[in-house]
Nanobody, 115 residues
């Protein structure tokens, strides 16, 4: 059993910053990828960023230069620092953890960017 828990969402004005955190726990022997996805109302879920165990990262074009993903392999945590937020970043953000036992999702955390 693997549990994935996110925290850190909220309401922020355009241009502001938020930091999302995610912790994975349970029967984890090897985490390959940790990532953040988001889903806005009426849209499909999309990958925002992911990071491999060797710290290789990938970002969707719309967040490059504004968002930074990082992970702590010892603690099985992944963070997403979001700067210069825009209204179009408004969505439910989900943490995803891909392990030797499968892919696991958190429950999601709402991020709203509005004045």
């Amino acid at each position: 059993q693997v549990q994935v828990v996110e925290s850190g969402g909220g309401l922020v004005q355009p241009g502001g910053s938020l930091r999302l955190s995610c912790a994975a726990s349970g029967s984890i022997f090897n985490i390959y990828l940790m990532g953040w996805y988001r889903q806005a109302p009426g849209k499909q879920r999309e990958l925002v960023a992911h990071i491999a165990g060797d710290s290789m990262t990938a970002y969707v074009d719309s967040v490059k230069g504004r968002f930074t993903i990082s992970r702590d392999n010892a603690k099985n945590t992944v963070d997403l620092q979001m700067n210069s937020l825009k209204p179009e970043d408004t969505a439910v953000y989900y943490c995803n953890v891909q392990t030797n036992r499968g892919s696991y999702w958190g429950q999601g955390t709402q991020v709203t960017v509005s004045s």
